[in-house]
């Protein structure tokens, strides 16, 4: 025990290193991996928790988070705002295969929030039960663009929470598209595609703009719900 303190006592004032994930993003031309820094993150969730927080959630609350191993870089920051809101939180993953683990949180937890479901995992439930059932007195409901599709269509309420790029979009209880942090990102419209360019020189994807494979457009204007983050329509 007394090595194993020793250890972590040392690792903690060792400087990490400032990359926390290297993302992948789909571009018209390919597949591009951009740098998300520790630094990047922290302000990711302190965004991400007023969103949230704009939705309701607060302390005691409880929430589901499904996301994809390899989307820490979007979901971690979530998981912190839940953290910071001093909300209880389970996590399941996107892929399908695990769609009992959401049944189970959704039995055995009084959820107020559900955020991430994926549209696999909506697939594998809704074999089993009517979906729009045991989402519905959901208060949050936020997933992935399909998923939300399909969910609108069994009577939720649903929104968008999904990468944009390096970027992550959160809709809010309006639902007139999702919101995008502007204090980091620009979001742009080309031809009809979504682009994202960082905002801050710090951001380590660089300034220059990311033509997403996305189709969508842009709401520049004040959001009824008193944001002035630009909001993306999908689609
Ligand atoms: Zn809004």
Redesign the pocket.
């Known amino acids: 025990m007394m090595v194993r303190r020793d250890t972590l006592a040392r690792a903690c004032m060792l400087d990490h290193p400032p990359t926390a994930y290297l993302v992948p993003v789909k571009r018209p031309d390919g597949v591009a991996e951009y740098e998300v820094t520790w630094d990047d993150l922290a302000r990711d969730a302190a965004w991400t928790q007023e969103r949230l927080q704009a939705l309701g959630l607060e302390r005691g609350h409880c929430a589901l988070v499904s996301f994809s191993g390899h989307e820490g870089a979007w979901f971690q920051p979530v998981i912190e705002a839940l953290r910071n809101l001093g909300a209880t939180y389970g996590t399941a993953e996107a892929m399908g295969w695990d769609h009992a683990r959401t049944r189970v949180f959704h039995r055995e937890l009084d959820l107020h929030a559900v955020l991430g479901l994926s549209t696999d995992t909506l697939e594998a439930l809704s074999g089993q039960v009517m979906i729009g059932d045991l989402f519905r007195d959901t208060p949050v409901i936020l997933v992935r663009p399909g998923a939300a599709e399909r969910l609108r269509a069994a009577g939720v309420r649903a929104g968008i929470i999904a990468p944009l790029g390096p970027a992550l979009a959160i809709e809010?209880a309006?639902r007139s598209g999702a919101?995008v942090n502007r204090s980091e990102w620009h979001v742009s419209e080309r031809d009809g595609v979504l682009a994202v360019a960082a905002v801050r020189e710090k951001r380590a994807t660089g300034l220059d703009e990311i033509v997403l494979d996305t189709a969508g457009r842009v709401l520049t204007e004040r959001?009824?719900?008193g944001?002035d983050d630009p909001?993306v329509v999908l689609g």
């Open positions: 809010c309006e919101h959001c009824a719900c944001s909001r």
